[in-house]
């Protein structure tokens, strides 16, 4: 599938890649000068492989509360929740960002290869209440401008107070002239927006952003940097750090899981037993003692035994640290920042140290 950007992409001489069925751009040039402008001034990212669903109907919240792990009927009216779809058994079949855009109307943006997923659960899930799922990933196009210089880029594009859109939340606003769905959200560890538009205004809006942005250093930025820039903000990514073998605790997520809310849940019994009973295995951050980069899959092996403790979920050099990072799942009895493990690295073991998440964080 072609994102309404793709001949743009390939103008900009892309490198591009299939994702979940999108053909999407992987860097455009050097995916660290990429990495680095983020982090400095900012990047145009073009996500419309995202799945967009909207729950709409009187009891369109109590549909979600039902369907996912949040308390999602709680969120104001233009704001968002950061929240999770399980299964009977508390494994994740999604990570999701839940925007409420009326009363009775929400936004539900998934993941681009569990958008049938979700969209097939929530149809479940609706019971005999009243509310309609509807599938609108062919209605929107999403970009997003991240970085600490995002806002400034934007201010002269769009009507919107840019002090007034708060982190998680969203409104109407214009953008290049365009309407559109304006969110404070994003997946870079960055401060940045998210502009939902219709696919016929996609062009028009990447074109201004970049024009705007040429004189405060934005590029257009790919799924390359995007990778390396939420692994360093420690932000998970499904078929990674989240499956459904995972439950949100052992995720290190379990602040997203409300067990004391009004109605019943898919998966509150398990998650319930789980979050009592404590987990075998945590999500932690590695920094290797050397050079060498742990890779997905990578065994992390019990430094004085040699036994396998664990395994790699994520791994990079990291641009903005100058070292190599990586997340992984390890026993809980080796789960304290400060321990020493090793990792599997092709045949040989390299030590490395156990620190909390995120790597990095804005503004520290």
């Known amino acids: 599938m072609l994102t309404p950007l793709h001949e743009i992409h390939l103008a900009l001489g892309a490198v591009m890649t299939d994702f979940a069925g999108w053909a999407m751009p992987l860097r455009y040039g050097s995916e660290i000068a990429e990495h680095r402008a983020v982090r400095t001034a900012a990047g145009l990212f073009d996500l419309s ?52 855009l009326t009363d009775d109307r929400f936004l539900v943006v998934a993941n681009a290869a569990n958008t049938g997923v979700v969209l097939d659960a929530l149809r479940a899930r609706v019971g005999g209440l009243r509310a309609q799922i509807r599938d609108r990933c062919a209605d929107w196009a999403l970009l997003a401008v991240q970085g600490p210089r995002a806002a400034a880029i934007l201010a002269d594009l769009t009507d919107a107070g840019l002090d007034d859109v708060r982190y998680y939340a969203i409104r109407a606003a214009t953008v290049a002239g365009a309407e559109v769905l304006l969110a404070r959200t994003g997946y870079t560890g960055e401060d940045g927006f998210e502009i939902f538009a219709a696919p016929a205004d996609a ?28 692994l360093e903000a420690g932000m998970p990514l499904y078929g990674h750090e989240l499956s459904v073998d995972v439950t949100p605790y052992e995720a290190g997520l379990g602040r997203v899981v409300k067990l ?17 009973a404590g987990v075998r295995r945590r999500l932690v951050g590695l920094v290797p003692d050397g050079r060498r980069s742990p890779r997905a899959g990578y065994a992390v092996l019990d430094p004085q035994t040699g036994d396998r403790v664990g395994e790699v979920t994520s791994g990079a050099p990291s641009p903005t640290l100058g070292h190599p990072v990586a997340m992984a799942y390890v026993d809980a009895a080796l789960a304290a920042a400060g321990t020493t493990v090793s990792v599997d690295v092709r045949g040989t073991r390299e030590p490395a140290r156990v620190t909390e998440l995120p790597f990095y964080r804005r503004g520290r």
């Open 260 to 276: 004391d809310k009004a109605d019943d849940f898919i998966g509150r019994a398990a998650l319930a037993d789980r979050a009592a």
């Open 49 to 100: 492989h995202m799945g967009e669903i909207e729950v709409v109907g009187p009891q369109a919240g109590r549909v979600l509360d039902h369907a996912l792990v949040g308390d999602v009927s709680a969120i104001p009216v233009s704001r968002a929740k950061y929240t999770m779809i399980c299964r009977q058994d508390g494994g994740i079949l999604d990570d999701l960002i839940v925007y409420r």
């Open 203 to 230: 062009a028009r809006i990447w074109q201004a952003c970049l024009a705007a942005g040429s004189e405060r250093g934005l590029v257009p930025a790919g799924l390359s940097c995007r990778d390396t820039l939420r």
